[in-house]
């Protein structure tokens, strides 16, 4: 069994609460499915750890730690990472950005998407990990 629902550091509670504001769209049973793909060698690993060399860069400089283990390796943490994509944002759309900044900026401009996603710096296992769509009401 996967071990989730660590407890989370300190400093993403100012996070939880802007997820609250925020419609979240969890991609765990997505992730699960892939791997159990690759498992029983419906898929292979060098399909699943495909990330872009732009993704890689991204996540040695700005990618958040967690304390998962990587699904595939399972010998470095996983980082995450957050692009937001929406119409009132310009130059801003499609930048990758911390979590907290990302779900902020996703609160602050309703009908935009912040996407989360996991990659793992040594193998290049990268997955959709959150989407959280900014509501009419959810700023404020
Ligand atoms: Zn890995």
């Known amino acids: 069994m996967a071990g989730t629902g660590a407890a989370r550091r300190g400093r993403t509670r100012l996070v939880g609460a802007t997820r609250r504001a925020l419609g979240v769209v969890d991609y765990t049973l997505a992730k699960r499915a892939l791997l ?6 419906l898929r292979s690993v060098t399909e699943l ?11 040695r ?4 730690e967690t304390r998962s283990d990587c699904p595939v390796c399972g010998r ?6 957050a692009y937001v994509y929406g119409d009132t944002l ?13 779900l902020r900026m996703a609160a602050a401009h309703p009908g935009s998407c912040c996407y989360v996603v996991e990659v793992c710096r040594r193998c290049s296992w990268n997955h959709l990990r959150e989407a959280y769509s900014a509501r009419r009401a959810a700023a404020g």
């Open 36 to 41: 159990r793909d690759a498992r029983i060698g």
């Open 49 to 59: 750890c495909d990330a872009h060399p732009e993704l890689m860069r991204a996540a």
């Open 61 to 64: 400089h700005v990618g958040e």
């Open 76 to 81: 470095e943490k996983l980082v995450l990472l």
């Open 90 to 102: 310009k130059r801003e759309n499609g930048r990758v950005w911390s979590i907290a900044t990302a």
